[in-house]
């Protein structure tokens, strides 16, 4: 069974920039043909998306205008989210995920769609 384990959490203060990643425990996966994506559950609240990533490499965001930018190295089986201008409605607990493959575009956001997901990291944002 694969692991995903996600870091680059922390603290920062308003206006700050994290790099996440996530890194996959077995050689290959995400060669494989797979979306990937960073979701993200503040407290008391839903799990929602945040960006993802199809198997061709186009991104979606849940923001149009993105303060957030995804990739992925295949070589190193490792997703990256780069996060700046950060606020304190960023902060929350951060997972990546991935799917066993191919998902049409419109689903890339919907957390329900994926079925490996990492422990999550915190990223705690003060203004």
């Known amino acids: 069974q694969v692991q995903l384990v996600e870091s680059g959490g922390g603290s920062v203060q308003t206006g700050g920039s994290l790099r996440l990643s996530c890194k996959a425990s077995r050689s290959g996966f995400m060669s494989s043909n797979r979306c990937m994506g960073w979701f993200r559950q503040a407290s008391g609240k839903e799990r929602e998306g945040v960006a993802a990533?199809?198997?061709?490499?186009?991104t979606s965001y849940t923001n149009p205008v993105s303060r957030f930018t995804i990739s992925r190295d295949n070589a190193k089986d490792t997703l990256y989210l780069q996060m700046n201008n950060l606020n304190p409605g960023d902060t929350a607990m951060y997972y990546c995920?991935?799917?066993?493959?191919?998902?049409?575009?419109?689903?890339?956001?919907?957390?329900?769609?994926?079925?490996?997901w990492g422990q999550g990291t915190q990223v705690t944002v003060s203004s």
């Open positions: 995920a991935a799917d066993r493959g191919y998902m049409p575009f419109g689903w890339l956001l919907l957390h329900e769609r994926y079925n490996y």
């Open positions: 990533i199809d198997i061709g490499d186009s």
